[in-house]
């Protein structure tokens, strides 16, 4: 693991309104250019300095979202030596990796079983995760689920996700994972938009959930999950990037507050949106919610841009907030070795 790194800050200070407005131009353009990966498509430029501002105090971080093989049609493949050479250009110690199985997920299958063959060599770098379609037949009810999901966490699987069906989020064929996956204790990361894990503004289909299987570890990511950092959300925002100031009363917030067993993955076009959209909520945002977020980036195909690096880089953070963020959750949550 890659240890002697050497680093520098670019902060943008709080009261600098000029600096802060700049930054935001910055940090939409790459948030733009990036939230085409969500739908299919691969922005390309990568930023000038990734690991600007990551204190080297807190040693090099963990991505919560990255995918093997070819995910798009309109992607390239990415291999595990691609992802480690890119990991180690970007300081990054460990990366999940998530299958994507639901035909609403990707163009190409995922499957478990290929995450698990890649990522066997390098099992210190690279974490797997594990995944099955709530349509798919099984037998045995909850009993058979929790079987097949054993068999993925023996062979070392260490969470579920990215769960990506064309399905309501609270249909009762995936709250039967969301139970095995809790009695696994296996954390579950979600894509929410309109087209995967349907919900209304407001998440109430998520609430229903997270009340449910209160043993379970949800963590939020996608344009629906990221569009409800705001208040006065539609439902055609659930599929959008919305900008402009957050509005009181997000829905993150709200169930956040409310349930403790709810986690943000920060990664790509959407996560960094969410903060880009309005830099003084994003700020207070990530200090608030600092034991819940984790670092990600969606990376999924070679030379694939990521504003996530500058966009962190470029807010000025407590050292503790950063450190909880960038690697000390994903540790604590997937019980990994720092």
Known sequence: MPTNFSFKTRTVPSEDNHSRRSFMRAGLAGVAALATAERGQIATAEPASPAAGVDPKLGPLVD??????????????????????????????????????????????LTTDFVLEQTRPHRDRLVPFCAIDPRASYSDGQAGMNAMLRRYQEAGARGFGEHKPGLAIDD?????????????????????????????????????????????VFIGHGP???????????????????????????????????????YGDMSAGSGAGAIARDLK??????????????????????????????????????????????RDNAHRLLGLAP
């Open 172 to 216: 009762p064929r995936s709250e039967v994972i969301y139970r095995a996956c809790g009695e696994l204790k296996l954390p579950v990361l979600f894509h929410l938009d309109n087209e995967r894990n349907l919900d209304k503004p407001g998440l109430p289909g998520l609430e229903r959930m997270l009340a449910a299987c209160p043993d379970t």
């Open 281 to 326: 909520f994003g700020r207070e945002f990530l200090i608030r919610r600092a034991d819940r977020l984790l670092f990600g980036t969606d990376y999924l195909s070679p030379g694939q841009g990521v504003p996530q690096f500058e966009l962190l880089a470029g807010i000025d953070l407590p050292a503790d907030v950063r450190a909880k963020i960038y």
């Open 224 to 262: 629906g999950w990221w569009a409800s950092i705001s208040g006065g959300v539609s439902a055609a925002d659930l599929a959008r990037y919305p900008r402009g100031e957050v509005q009181p009363g997000g829905a993150i917030d709200t169930l956040m507050d409310r349930y403790t067993n709810l």
């Open 64 to 109: 919560i979202h990255t995918h093997l093989g070819q995910t798009w049609n309109r992607t390239e493949v990415l291999t595990a030596a691609d992802l480690l050479r890119w990991m180690d250009a970007h300081h990054i110690a460990q990366a999940i990796v998530l299958p994507l199985v639901n035909p609403e997920a990707s163009s190409y299958p």
